[in-house]
């Protein structure tokens, strides 16, 4: 399985970007896809999961700004974020798994990973 993130790059305060993730070489229909981000030296968090059975989960920072999203391919993810801050600054990672249920905001439950996109805001 090969995960591809798209879209990060840099963004004055205020703007929107759109991250994209193709998850390829997956036999199943349906399963858990995340975004998550990191800053040198921290811990990767998780921004935002959508779970094989359709849940949508956000946390609770980017409630309001960033939107997560699935393609009409089930195998594509997507992170309409908007009104970005630089604190939002962070390598973005798209991650998939089978199902991630009440888990979904451990890193440790994803089994695939792509390389990361970055998004820089700065004026």
């Known amino acids: 399985v090969q995960v591809v993130e798209s879209g990060g790059g840099l963004v004055q305060p205020g703007g929107s970007l759109r991250l994209s993730c193709a998850a390829s070489g997956w036999t199943a229909s349906w399963f858990c896809m995340a975004w998550f981000r990191q800053a040198p030296g921290k811990e990767r968090e998780v921004v935002a999961a959508?779970?094989?059975?359709?849940?949508?989960s956000v946390v609770d920072s980017v409630k309001g700004r960033f939107t997560v999203s699935r393609g009409d391919a089930t195998n594509t993810l997507f992170l309409q974020m908007s009104n970005l801050n630089p604190d939002d600054a962070d390598m973005y990672y798209c991650?998939?798994?089978?199902?991630?249920?009440?888990?979904?905001?451990?890193?440790?439950?994803?089994?695939?990973w792509g390389q990361g996109t970055q998004v820089t805001v700065s004026s």
């Open positions: 959508i779970d094989s059975d359709g849940t949508l």
């Open positions: 991650a998939a798994t089978w199902a991630c249920g009440q888990g979904w905001r451990a890193s440790k439950v994803y089994m695939y």
